[in-house]
């Protein structure tokens, strides 16, 4: 089934298509030339707890494609959402088995920890509050890796606020990483809503810089009453190789735990 595509080019309109497989946004696009909302605010920095393989290259090539990992435990963002995390409820989380399988790995489950993970995941920087916010943190042996982050708002109105933030964030990801990173590629799908709680919807995004591996992430966003959740799967490759399928019954999972 065709997928909405969202990428935009050199002059896009930046509204989605119905196409079967994801555009490239080229790397000659600059400026005012994509057109494009930032949500994020900042170059996004995506996450990967442990890397095994000297293919992979240096720390730098990592952050820019968003395969990097927080050095220690909770960082600032953690620290700020820390007295709020405390009285906010704890939401249900995925455990380690809820990831799509890795074909020569088991995956590892962290602890759920209050407030919102330092860096906080990729296509989602500054879409969600440290308070009442809880995140989990999952790898493997090698690159693959995923983060789940909870909030709990105060009633089903407010929790749709950061609902809406990062589809728009995670929507927008693919041209606001092109316009920080002269010479890559990017491109993003939009694979649709879920029936899961008050709602799902699972994005994917590609980027890749030159001489260097690609890095490729699923997002689902969903909402059960007052709480929201982001999960975020990433690995080394492209969206052709992605686990759509499993990533979306992940996230129904995801959202049927929440409460």
Known sequence: MPVRQGAVGAGGSGEGRLRGAPRTILGTVHGSAVTTVRYGGKVPNMRVCSVRS???GSAAVLAALGLTLAAGGPGAAADAGKDAGKKAPVPGFLAAADLPPHASSR????KVTAGLPDPEPF???SALPAAGSHYREFHTD???NATQV??????ELAAARPAAALRASVA????DWLRET???TASWEDYGGLAAGDGAHVYGVHVSIPESEPGVHLFGVGRDGRTVTL????EVGDLGRAPVADFQRTTRTAVAKLN
């Open 123 to 125: 296509c989602a920087e």
């Open 231 to 234: 999960v975020r799967w990433g």
């Open 142 to 144: 090698l690159d693959t």
């Open 172 to 175: 927008a990801c693919a041209a």
């Open 150 to 155: 909870a909030v709990v708002s105060k009633n």
């Open 107 to 110: 995956w590892s489950a962290g």
């Open 54 to 56: 000297s293919a992979l």
């Open 182 to 184: 002269p010479g890559g």
